[in-house]
C-alpha cells in the first residue's frame, strides 16, 4: 500500500497539466496593464498633438487679424478631441495690443493629464497638465491703397 502512494504521488509531482494555465494567470494582468497603459497614453500623446496644431493654426488666425483674441478659445476648443473640451483651459495674451508692429499674441493651452485621455486609468493618479505654448507676432494690417 505504502509503494502504491508513493507511485501515486510521484505521478502527480511529475504531472504538467494545469502549469499552463497558472503561468498565465499569473502573467495576464502584467501584460493587460501594459497594454491598457500604451493605449491611454497614446491618447494623451494624440490630444497633446491636437492642442499643439489648434494652438498653432488659430495663433496664426489671431495674428494675421483673421479672428480676434476673444475668439480663439472657442476656435481652439472646437478643433480638439471630444474627451477633452471640457476640460480644456485657453489663454491669449498681447503683449503690446496698441501698436501691431510690437505686438506678440501669446496662446497658452492646458488640459488636466485625467482629461487628457477617454479611459483615465492610470492618469488618473497624476495631478499634472498637458499644456502647450505659442507665441505669434501680429502682422501689421493690410491697407487698401487710395486710388
Do not use: C, H
Not at 488659430?58 to 471630444?82: E, K
Not at 493618479?125 to 491703397?145: I, Y
Request: charge should be positive; avoid cysteine; aromatic fraction near 6%.
Amino acid at each position: 500500500m505504502a509503494m502504491r502512494m508513493a507511485a501515486m504521488m510521484g505521478r502527480i509531482g511529475r504531472s504538467r497539466t494545469g502549469a499552463v494555465i497558472a503561468e498565465f494567470a499569473l502573467v495576464m494582468p502584467i501584460v493587460a496593464g501594459l497594454l491598457l497603459g500604451m493605449v491611454e497614453y497614446s491618447f494623451v500623446l494624440f490630444t497633446y498633438g491636437s492642442m499643439q496644431a489648434a494652438a498653432r493654426d488659430v495663433s496664426r488666425q489671431v495674428a494675421v487679424n483673421t479672428i480676434d483674441s476673444g475668439g480663439a478659445g472657442p476656435a481652439i476648443r472646437d478643433r480638439l478631441p471630444a474627451w477633452a473640451r471640457a476640460g480644456a483651459n485657453v489663454s491669449v495674451a498681447s503683449s503690446a495690443p496698441g501698436n501691431p508692429a510690437a505686438n506678440v499674441y501669446t496662446i497658452v493651452v492646458s488640459v488636466p493629464m485625467a482629461s487628457a485621455t477617454p479611459v483615465p486609468f492610470y492618469t488618473r493618479a497624476q495631478s499634472g497638465n498637458v499644456s502647450t505654448r505659442v507665441e505669434m507676432k501680429q502682422e501689421l494690417p493690410f491697407l487698401v491703397p487710395n486710388p
